[in-house]
């Protein structure tokens, strides 16, 4: 097992984003090195590893440092977590990177990476720590964001209709509303901003927006098509609505643009793609 181990630990050591692995095995191996005078292996035989496992205990007091990266059946009792499972822990530093690349990892650690050194054991991987937690608390955010943004749509696309009394123009409202979010997604595309729990609540806000400046053009226009024609009724729209939309469309410009000047990213990024 410790063998397996140890050479899962050097194969992760080969990803892109892990700079090293440190587990049980590690001291095991430094452990056989300093007794054989060999490279650092872990022992083939028990005799090795008991010659390892005095040094051990002679080093550290005659308790041995590996005790704290195992939990084993007979030391948790019914209290522990895992109270009928004996559990080696493989602490892993990562670089910092997006909750994606950070799922490939764990998924390639939990698939291939198992099956060639675990599974033949009968053992099995389940990556976690603060960066897995939360990376899937990222992604659960994002996909909430997305579902309630597209319910966000479609029942105020219903209101529309109900507000402005006829279908088709409360389905052309859905355009303008949805214009801003085409050019949220192409400038995060352009810039390569990820899409992550700050940049997707900016979606709604441009959405709330946008369906606030929607309402007045329409019902504005809806309320001098009455009396003009209909080039006209647009004219006046525009001259009447448009300079309100405008001078309170710089000012929200202002505002949010105002975070660009910070120093923490995803801030910043937020206060751009908002304004």
């Known amino acids: 097992v410790l063998g ?15 700079d090293f692995a440190f587990s049980a095995a590690d001291v095991v191996a430094e452990g056989n090195r300093l007794v054989s005078g060999g490279e650092a292996a872990v022992p083939t035989t028990r005799e090795g590893l008991a010659r390892v496992e005095g040094l051990l205990k002679q080093v550290a007091g005659g308790q041995l440092p590996t005790k704290q990266f195992i939990s084993i059946p007979s030391e948790g009792g019914p209290a522990a977590a895992h109270p009928d499972q004996e559990w080696l822990r493989i602490s892993i530093r990562a670089r910092s ?9 764990a998924d390639w650690i939990r698939g291939d990476l198992s099956e060639r050194h675990l599974k033949p054991l009968g053992l099995t991987a389940i990556p976690t720590g603060t960066s897995v937690v939360f990376g899937e608390s990222a992604d659960a955010i994002v996909q909430g964001q997305i579902e309630s943004f597209l319910f966000a749509i479609l029942a105020i696309t219903a209101v529309m209709i109900v507000v402005l009394r006829s279908v088709r123009l409360g389905l052309l409202s859905a355009i303008p509303n949805l214009a801003p979010i085409a050019c949220l997604l192409g400038t995060m595309g352009y810039l390569d901003i990820a899409f992550n729990s700050f940049s997707s609540m ?3 806000i441009a959405l709330g927006i946008a369906v606030d400046d929607t309402i007045h053009i329409l019902v504005g226009f809806r309320r001098a098509s009455e009396k003009l024609p209909l080039e006209e009724a647009v004219r006046e729209t525009l001259a009447r609505e448009g300079t309100a939309l405008f001078s309170t469309s710089a000012v929200l410009f202002c505002g949010f643009g105002v975070l660009t000047l910070g120093t923490f990213g995803p801030t910043r990024e937020f206060g751009l793609l908002t304004a």
């Open 202 to 204: 900016v979606g709604s």
């Open 97 to 105: 990177a997006g909750s994606k690349k950070f799922k490939l990892l």
């Open 4 to 18: 397996a181990i140890y050479a899962l630990e050097r194969e992760l050591e080969g990803h892109a984003l892990v």
